[in-house]
């Protein structure tokens, strides 16, 4: 304030010296003070007003500069007007234009004076750590933030050059740091500037060519960096903490899912919402999501009390003002959880609790038959009972033409959810996906253990593909499908291609720094019990119609004989309470015309029948005994 003070008494010296060739007429020095308190007192209070002492002036750039105009003009304006009805003797009108412009010279320089001083002592202390030097790969708007926040900030990174596919920008320089090359150089250029790591700044990338600049930066043995795809939406400002090590999903090359806040918020917030299976990997997610929507309550639903500990435990450090209750239930006991409904009513249920893993399933229907039939059956008539606006399932991809037991039961459950929508006043809908990157039991997680080990990597089938997804984007989506549910619609989520698992495996060893097949070798085990060399989406009866969201699909429904579905849930039930695995599997054939069972219960189903065949025809020659 005080150089201002200074910078404005000089500046209106210069302009009356100016303007009368250094004689000031006598009349103008008489009243030089009155001049003075008068243009100073106006200007300083346009600068206080206009926010000139409230910025950071060592971080100053264009924004500060504009402000900086705008203060000086209008107090330049302020003064004109007065100098037309109060000021005496009037200043000439001259002398506020030349003022305006020294003015703004003045101001500014003084301020950028502080920036420079700043780069200055940046470049100094940059100089005399002799940081890590950085590679930049891309010489986009990204690269540049990250440029100059490398530059500005006191942080251990040293940007020394630049790699970009675009001509036009070699031999150039991007805040004054060169780009030398294309990215085809990488391996040279790393020689060239002794390279300590690898930034790749290029959020936009397709996954194909992320995989071509990964592969090729892996051959340097250099760390390399990366800024999340996720960030290409332009949504959200690009920092250097949001760097971070190159994971599996980016690969992938997933596009950001964006979500209609209002519809979901409008459906969630002040509601009680019970999420099932909450310790799990999407029943965590679930939680996490849902947690931003401001809920009047949250309820964390599960049988297994340190997976439910731990979710409560980070919501709690998360979201300190979420009013939240967490509640160890099985949801095949239907009498602890009709009290847990009767008592706290929920209003919006979310169903993720359920057997998913397909090997362990096979080895045992009727537990699947319990927890992924019978359980959904409990919280969703309880829920029907209870007043539920919204019921959602949790689904899986393998529900399709189903091979193993855990897909079967899950279509089972898929049929129960589209009957009771019919009766209730519940709105039922199932969401329907693949695979989630990083879920508990994933091949991901697995993967990563055999690297860990040294290998080997085992793969199902050279052929083998999948779809994939990251756990908070199907979630996302989960939470959008569950606004548009209203008859037991069953959603498909848009899981784009899918991804070979040889291929999958491949690029963990990569990110690992280790070479597939020299490094780590990878050896083809053979498709598991259930397993499906491809994973599909729908039947070829359903279809899918789209909905208001570019990424979910609604399936169409199929024609389900209530009468008889009910009958054959009795006799599952009946089964199941016997502990008799063959007639489980036999019951889910029955109800699912489409369920291929593995070789094993096929075996086990033709070896009964031929006992029942055995037992029936010895029966009637016993009855028959004497007349045959």
Known sequence: MFFDILFINLTLWVSFTVRFEGNIPIVYRNNWVYYAVVVTSLRMVCFYVFGLYNSLWGYSSLPEMIQIIKAVSSSSLLLFLLDQFVITPSIPKSIHFISLVINILLIGSSRFAIRLR?????AFESGRKHGRRVLIIGAGQAGALIIREMQQQSTPYHPVAILDDNYNKIKRYLHGVPVVGSIQQLPNTVKEYQIDEILVAIPSASNERLREIV??????????RIIPGLLASG???ITLAQVREVQIEDLLGRQPVRL?????AGYLKGERVLVTGAGGSIGSELCRQVARFEPECLFLLGRGENSIYEIDLELKETFPALSKLPVIIDIRDRRRLEQFFREYRPTVVFHAAAHKHVPLMESAPDEAVKNNVFGTRNVAELSDKYGVKRFVMIS???AVNPTSVMGATKRVAEMLIQLLARESKTKFCAVRFGNVLGSRGSVIPLFQHQIAKGG???VTDPEMVRFFMTIPEAVSLVIQAGAMGEFGEIFVLDMGEPVKILDLARDLIRLSGLVPGKDIEIQFCGIRPGEKLYEEILTSEEGTNATRHERIFVSKPNDLNPARFWEDLTYLEKWVSNADRVKVVEK????????TPSEYWRAQLVTAARA??????????????GRL
Do not use: S
């Open 396 to 398: 899986t991809d393998k």
């Open 260 to 264: 209609n806040i209002e519809e979901i």
């Open 118 to 122: 700043q780069e200055i002592l940046n």
């Open 215 to 224: 592969a090729l930066a892996k051959e340097t043995g250099l760390p390399i």
């Open 612 to 625: 029942e065949v055995g037992a029936t025809v010895e029966a009637c020659a016993v009855q028959n005994k």
């Open 235 to 237: 949504t959200e400002r």
């Open 456 to 458: 080997p990597v085992t």
């Open 588 to 595: 889910l054939c029955q109800m699912i015309p489409r369920y």
